[in-house]
């Protein structure tokens, strides 16, 4: 199976920048393909980022230009860098893994990804 650990959520101001870092366990043909997702409450899950086997990469339109995921296949671990952040990308980030290529929408509710680990708190303070 797969275990996905999630680090370096926190707080930080507006226009400030974050890293988070995904270790990923188990299987890595189940890690082929790797992304993030993000929960707030009271709002439907959203596909954040992804990179799949063949290197490409997919950014959601609300976090494109500011956000920069990239793996490192050797240690099997995910990255995201997050820069001039804002209140709205408040949210529980979370790490997500498939051997299918991932798709935003595949990433986002309802659909539910074959893993995800159990997030790292992200809060951007005005």
């Known amino acids: 199976q797969v275990k996905l650990v999630e680090s370096g959520g926190g707080s930080v101001q507006a226009g400030g920048s974050l890293s988070l870092s995904c270790a990923a366990s188990?299987?890595?043909?189940?890690?082929?393909?790797m992304g993030w997702f993000r929960r707030v409450p009271g709002k439907e899950r959203e596909g954040v980022a992804l990179?799949?086997?063949?290197?490409?990469?997919t950014y959601a339109d609300s976090v494109k230009g500011r956000f920069t995921i990239s793996k490192d296949s050797a240690k099997n671990t995910l990255s995201l860098q997050m820069n001039s952040l804002k209140p709205e990308d408040t949210a529980m980030y979370h790490c997500?893994?498939?051997?299918?290529?991932?798709?935003?929408?595949?990433?986002?509710?309802?659909?539910?990804?074959?893993?995800w680990g159990q997030g790292t708190q992200v809060t951007v303070t005005s």
């Open positions: 997500a893994a498939d051997h299918i290529p991932l798709t935003l929408r595949s990433m986002s509710a309802p659909a539910i990804p074959n893993f």
């Open positions: 188990g299987s890595t043909y189940n890690t082929r393909n």
């Open positions: 990179i799949n086997n063949d290197g490409t990469t």
